[in-house]
């Protein structure tokens, strides 16, 4: 070990230039007592100098070379993208680029930090989201915290408790493998009163360790912190009101900015008249091309201002709409592309004694957080710091730093609380808004979107079409599986049942792209296009099981190997007391249904129980069971908070969020047309973690959301013998299946 | 502009501004507390909840002029010398937020209802709540720490 630390850091392209004594920066987020206050215009040097001494293990999630390659040139160092420090005063304190969206990583990073490090919880402080003082990561979306960075961070911690015992052994002059470690102590097992707390062992030097190989991490038998239900660590701010989100930043002189917004995508500007708004006192007014903005000491003032522009567009004929869409969607496909496959579907075809052939529709949706996208800019000479709701911090820093023709490393990004994400966040316009503004005003502006600014520049869900074409024998095994999906993208496509003849193929993928059919932008929402495949594969399945006049789970369970399937489904079906019954169903208006499926490693089965009232086509779920196999379960209590919110949220792809539109024109407005699940919409919820300590944590955040759109599906079928093959399954829609039943919907294009 | 004077948090304010504006906008930029937080602008969703005179009102569309002379308490007059409401107490230990933005509106619903009605039944709970929207989908958590506020409130009597 190197004791005089950063003499031997090699840091590639770092040019940041030195000021001391920088202003700490509100709003990131922090949650632990220790807060470092690095400034971002420090070298490396004195940033790790700025650390206060300590102890310093940087690491890297991943493979060091791929992320070498993806960052070459960005003048980021390129061996690590995340570090510990444990200072003088025992506090440790991890840096990561991840961000804390409501998922509770702020959390369950700090428990599997604790663990492996042996100190309480408490000792522990997430510093997260800011460019400066955080390394660069790629963002947060697709579950991949836990799964990816939680073992870096354990290895890490690991690593850290290692070079603290060879300290200690030094210190106490005891032979390093008579030492243990407890609560941030290091001492002989021997004689316990021979001992050193942590905090003592770096004696105000940085020493710093860059991790090579993993760690030996602990078994399960010798956690102390994980798997152990731990409340979140942030609920205090956010209870008291004193979480400050991006709109929460308030800096001197500060104005709040509102855009002029086309009336629809591809809308071209023609006339624009704002001598009204010049003659207001107080507004200031601002156009740079295209970017047209009102700024005000409040932000209704220039909401009010806004008002007063007077400009005509030339709106794009509406060529497609919220009925059509699939048409053109599938009129409109690129190639395939095979994503999977195996026998020949041509023999499977021959051996089939019953063929389903259907099409599966499922519609655009919003992610509609409740805090709107929002950025607070501040530019001082040629830096710029920008507090953003955002996924993508590190991304945003590029773009920023592109924009207003800065170098990268004096744009610092900082994420304070966000106000949910769920793949929406990834897009920042806002900040790039606010940022352009703040360089064209010379005050610090803030940009935060209406509700329904949020509406039109959402990356919806992709609206899809899959189109299934499945065989089974009269013995209940199904034969060959054909299936294509369009536009919701891959993830999820694959089925996992033990079918001799399938292929699943894909066309087009679930973002905007080259070349695009969708009318507005699209994006990854909540376990992208999972949902979609779920719903559709879930449903076929459930078809197949009727004309096979078998119970949905007994099928189900007849046609699967996969042995992590077959304990979460059977999990699922005991905890509901599922009891198996022949279809047809009574129809009695009160149904049950299940649905399975596997998103980010993590096994979900689900049970719901439905009532539909058949003269208004209302359906109210009544209970959800969920059973999930997610490997190792960090946080119990976090696990089932997220499979909560997975259930709550899906009941509104489900059963009735959708995007309205007429070519690019988005005509939900608010909340008041596009209808959020509430407080009565919610089912009894009963959740199952399936033991499963043979494999490592994996996603928590996305799963128990893929199911529902098929799981309540199939209840409304149980309940009123009518198929839905469009989500949301509306009362509309109910009726109408309800007044034709026999009707199967059109098959779209030819197969 | 006009003079508008009512309590805030139990101290009295006055302001000389539009007295048109929503009290929303006031809160967070003129008088500083942004736990007050905008979600809908038009009274859909209620994260902009706040009492005046102990009736949940969206601050979105309440005119400032509506609160003269009134009591309003925001969620930042909630906890009183330093010690947290039963509500916000059991908001954490039931872990009934996640990305807590809807947080401060729900918390200030749920004390409009207890202080009505102390002891709600369930669906009483669900009817009072259920123009509060969460979109992480934490309302079964948040029926369970209004349910469990009311019980401790009771034992504190």
């Given at each position: 070990m190197k004791e005089d630390g950063y003499e031997s850091l090699?840091?590639?392209?770092?040019?940041?230039?030195?000021?001391?004594?920088?202003?700490?920066?509100?709003?990131?987020?922090?949650?632990?007592?220790?807060?470092?206050?690095?400034?971002?215009?420090?070298?490396?040097?004195?940033?790790?100098?700025?650390?206060?001494?300590?102890?310093?293990?940087?690491?890297?999630?991943?493979?060091?070379?791929?992320?070498?390659?993806?960052?070459?040139?960005?003048?980021?160092?390129?061996?690590?993208?995340?570090?510990?420090?444990?200072?003088?005063?025992?506090?440790?304190?991890?840096?990561?680029?991840?961000?804390?969206?409501?998922?509770?990583?702020?959390?369950?990073?700090?428990?599997?930090?604790?663990?492996?490090?042996?100190?309480?919880?408490?000792?522990?402080?997430?510093?997260?989201?800011?460019?400066?003082?955080?390394?660069?990561?790629?963002?947060?979306?697709?579950?991949?915290?836990?799964?990816?960075?939680?073992?870096?961070?354990?290895?890490?911690?690991?690593?850290?408790?290692?070079?603290?015992?060879?300290?200690?052994?030094?210190?106490?002059?005891?032979?390093?493998?008579?030492?243990t470690t407890k609560d941030g102590v290091v001492f002989d097992k021997n004689q316990r009163e021979k001992q050193v707390a942590y905090g003592n062992l770096a004696k105000g030097k940085i020493i710093e360790r860059h991790m090579k190989e993993k760690s030996a991490l602990k078994t399960i038998s010798e956690f102390n912190v994980m798997g152990k239900p731990i409340l979140r660590r942030d609920a205090l701010e956010k209870v008291t009101g004193s979480a400050k989100y991006a709109g929460d930043i308030r800096l001197p002189d500060m104005l709040y900015a509102k855009i002029l917004r086309p009336p629809a995508h591809g809308a071209k500007l023609t006339s624009l008249d704002t001598s009204a708004v010049e003659k207001i006192e107080g507004i200031r007014l601002v156009r740079d091309g295209d970017l047209i903005a009102v700024l005000a000491k409040n932000p209704d003032e220039a909401e009010d201002a806004l008002e007063q522009i007077k400009a005509g567009f030339d709106v794009p004929k509406a060529e497609v709409d919220d009925e059509n869409i699939f048409e053109h969607l599938v009129n409109n496909a690129p190639k395939r592309n095979v994503v999977d496959s195996g026998g020949d579907i041509k023999s499977g075809e021959k051996l089939a004694d019953i063929i389903v052939e259907q099409t599966y529709l499922n519609s655009y949706v919003a992610h509609a957080p409740i805090e709107t996208h929002t950025a607070t800019a501040s530019i001082e000479g040629d830096k710029a710091t920008v507090w953003a709701s955002t996924q993508t911090p590190f991304r945003l820093k590029d773009d920023v730093a592109q924009v207003l023709g800065f170098a990268a490393e004096n744009v610092r990004i900082i994420t304070p609380f966000v106000g949910g994400g769920f793949g929406g966040k990834s897009q920042n316009s806002q900040a790039i808004e606010a940022a352009k503004l703040a360089k064209l005003t010379g005050k610090p502006v803030q940009v935060a979107f209406s509700r329904?600014?949020?509406?039109?520049?959402?990356?919806?869900?992709?609206?899809?079409?899959?189109?299934?074409?499945?065989?089974?024998?009269?013995?209940?095994?199904?034969?060959?599986?054909?299936?294509?999906?369009?536009?919701?993208?891959?993830?999820?496509?694959?089925?996992?049942?033990?079918?001799?003849?399938?292929?699943?193929?894909?066309?087009?993928?679930?973002?905007?792209?080259?070349?695009?059919?969708?009318?507005?932008?699209?994006?990854p929402w909540r376990a992208p296009a999972n949902n979609t495949n779920t719903f559709a594969r879930e449903s076929q399945i459930d078809i197949m099981a009727s004309k096979a006049e078998m119970d949905p789970v007994e099928f189900r369970l007849k046609n699967l190997k996969d042995h992590r399937m077959l304990r979460t489904l059977k999990a699922a079906a005991e905890k509901f007391g599922w009891t198996p019954s022949k279809l047809p169903p009574p129809s009695a208006g009160w149904g049950k249904g299940c649905a399975c499926g596997i998103d980010s490693g993590t096994y979900v089965a689900h049970i719901a129980e439905v009532e539909v009232d058949k003269n208004t086509g209302h359906v109210q779920v009544k209970r959800v069971v969920c059973a999930q196999d997610m490997g190792i379960v960090v946080n119990p209590e976090g696990a089932k908070l997220q499979i909560e919110g997975c259930i709550t949220m899906g009941l509104g792809y489900a059963l009735s969020e959708e995007v309205h539109f007429k070519g690019g024109r988005v005509l939900d407005l608010n909340f008041s047309t596009y209808e959020l699940p509430r407080f009565s919409w919610v089912p009894k919820i009963e959740t199952v973690l399936v033991k499963a300590d043979e494999i490592s944590p994996q996603g928590g955040g996305e799963p128990a959301i893929i199911c529902m759109g098929a799981v309540i599906a199939n209840a409304i079928y149980d309940a009123a013998g009518v198929r839905l093959f469009q989500l949301p399954a509306t009362a509309e829609r109910i009726k109408e299946a309800l007044a034709k039943p026999r009707l199967s919907p059109a098959v779209i294009g030819d197969w | 502009m006009e003079n508008v004077s009512f309590k805030l948090n139990g101290k009295a304010v006055s302001l000389t501004t539009n007295s048109q504006r929503m009290l929303l906008w006031v809160l967070r930029t003129d008088l500083g507390l942004t736990g007050t937080k905008y979600g809908c602008g038009a009274g859909l969703c209620g994260a902009c909840t706040v009492l005046v005179d102990n009736e949940a009102v969206r601050s979105c569309r309440l005119p400032v002029k509506g609160v003269e002379g009134k009591q309003v308490l925001t969620i930042e007059g909630l906890a009183q010398n330093g010690k947290l409401h039963p509500i916000q107490q059991s908001f954490i230990k039931h872990d009934a937020l996640q990305c807590g933005f809807c947080t401060p509106g729900m918390i200030l619903a749920a004390y409009s209802l207890l202080l009505k009605n102390p002891h709600p039944t369930e669906q009483e709970i669900i009817q009072h709540m259920d123009h509060n929207l969460c979109r992480c989908g934490s309302y079964a958590r948040i029926i369970q720490a209004i349910g469990a506020a009311a019980e401790e409130m009771k034992g504190a009597k």
């Open positions: 090699d840091f590639v392209g770092c040019a940041l230039h030195t000021k001391k004594e920088g202003p700490r920066l509100a709003g990131t987020q922090m949650v632990g007592t220790a807060h470092p206050t690095p400034d971002y215009h420090l070298n490396r040097r004195e940033f790790l100098k700025s650390l206060g001494g300590g102890i310093i293990i940087f690491f890297c999630i991943g493979d060091p070379t791929a992320l070498q390659a993806q960052r070459r040139g960005r003048g980021y160092p390129e061996d690590f993208n995340a570090y510990l420090r444990i200072g003088s005063d025992g506090r440790v304190t991890c840096f990561t680029g991840k961000v804390e969206l409501g998922q509770g990583v702020v959390t369950s990073l700090a428990q599997m930090l604790a663990d492996e490090l042996d100190v309480a919880l408490e000792s522990v402080d997430m510093v997260m989201g800011d460019t400066s003082v955080c390394p660069w990561d790629s963002g947060t979306f697709g579950s991949m915290s836990t799964r990816f960075f939680g073992p870096a961070l354990r290895s890490a911690a690991a690593e850290a408790r290692a070079v603290l015992i060879e300290l200690a052994a030094e210190h106490l002059q005891v032979p390093s493998d008579r030492l329904a600014e949020e509406f039109f520049y959402d990356t919806f869900r992709p609206a899809a079409v899959v189109k299934i074409k499945s065989g089974l024998t009269k013995s209940g095994k199904i034969i060959f599986w054909d299936y294509g999906v369009y536009f919701a993208g891959s993830r999820g496509s694959q089925h996992f049942y033990d079918i001799p003849h399938h292929v699943t193929v894909t066309f087009g993928d679930s973002g905007r792209g080259e070349g695009s059919p969708h009318p507005f932008a699209t994006g | -």
